[in-house]
């Protein structure tokens, strides 16, 4: 299995970004952003092949769960808005 | 039974496509920029319906490079990774020590701000804060 490319692993953390957009849920969308950024920062040290491959089907595989998940929760979209998504009208 | 399904769904969207036909009013109201100008795909050939040959016109909304200018610049202060002393119309990504993930995020913020869909690769070319600005600047659909 040969290591994922540059523009593969930015193609992947931009998927994983708009992904967490679709989440009607405040908390599940600010969460998905951290973790990905957060997850991505921390594997940018790795330097072997093996190990950047297995965090790549890693992060896919997660990718395919989360939008799954969007779906889910779109059609399950609670009716009341966060208190952090109420546009301050100062 | 599945291309009974696909069928439902072509007519419902070549409805909806119809419904948009009747109700839009070709600009004839003054125009300022250029207007993209739509095509009704041959969707309605195909049900035996007369294919409209009047085109769904919407008004292409160009923000000016001001306002593009001054949003991407709060943006670029808000964010936690940026110092806002640095931020500056002219400064590059590496002037502002992005790195490739900072300018992913970055990017991807800028397409929230702007309500826009940035593909990849020109979300890739950006190494600079005039890029950006000149990139919505120019982009139709920008809000």
Redesign the interface.
Known sequence: MSSPSRTEILGLFRSLLKTARKFPDYNIREYMKRRTIDGFRQNSKLTDAPSVSSAFLDANSQLEVAKRQAVVYTLYAPPIKSVMEIKSTS | MQSAGTGIRLFRSSWKLAEKCRNSTPALSIIDHGETVKKNPNILGAFGMRSFSQVAYSPATFIDNEEVTRRVMELLKSKPFIDPSKVSPTASFEDLELD??DS??LM?AVE?EFAVDIP?ED??KMATTAQVIDYIAAHPQAK
Do not use: C, G, V, Y
């Open positions: 490739i993930l992913a995020e991807m929230e990849n979300s890739d």
